[in-house]
């Protein structure tokens, strides 16, 4: 790309990558920090899931996310219309936090639309969780004896993590990861090295 049509991109919002004008701009930080992606002049943080619960056990699930991994309630709704009808009100909409990582929860309800099942009402689930953990192991124990059961177990894959997989009461799978520690060089000691190192 020309000098001039360089400024023009960069002039009207876009940068330029590679000589080659990007539509939005990207800001990434390394380990895992947290970024700012723009595109076409709308900005994105975060994603947050929410998971659809078997009515009316969101609640309960929440309790469960608490004790497997340590999660803090931020908000809870819980669904005015049906909170007289319920002996267990449904919740509309509750907040849970896990370190950086955030997911939000809700019971199924007609509500929701058509669309928005539980994994009870799909038979399964289309997604896989993939949360980040200093300490794999540790995190993976305290799900289990919380109530999660392994779908597969921990192991170093070859994208640079350990990791293994459990399912939570709930129908939900969660891939629990740590970085891999970087290899140490080997080091190929020759005769020729060992000869020389007895000379000496």
């Known amino acids: 790309m020309r000098d001039a049509e360089m400024e023009t991109a960069q002039a009207a919002g876009g940068e330029v990558e590679g000589g080659e004008q990007n539509g939005g701009s990207a800001e990434h930080v390394a380990n895992g920090s947290r970024s700012k992606a723009v595109h076409q002049g709308v900005s994105f943080s975060h994603v947050k899931p929410h998971l659809v619960i078997q009515a009316p056990k969101a609640s309960e699930a929440i309790v469960f996310y608490k004790a497997a991994f340590g999660a803090e309630e931020v908000t809870k709704t819980l669904h005015a219309k049906r909170k007289a009808e319920q002996e267990q009100p449904l919740v509309l909409h509750a907040h849970l936090k896990f370190g950086d990582a955030e997911i939000l929860i809700i019971d199924e309800a007609e509500e929701s639309g058509n669309t928005v099942k539980s994994t009870s009402s799909l038979n399964g689930t289309s997604m896989i969780l993939h949360m980040e953990t200093s300490d794999v192991e540790t995190a993976f124990s305290r799900a289990i004896e919380a109530g999660a059961t392994v779908s597969e177990q921990i192991a170093d894959r070859p994208w640079g993590q350990r990791c293994g997989k459990l ?26 090295a060992v000869e020389a190192g007895q000379a000496a």
Not at 173 to 189: F, G, M, N, Q, Y
């Open 167 to 192: 399912v939570d009461p709930y129908g939900f799978v969660w891939s629990l990861a740590s970085p891999l520690a970087p290899e140490e060089p080997s080091v190929i000691i020759t005769e020729e």
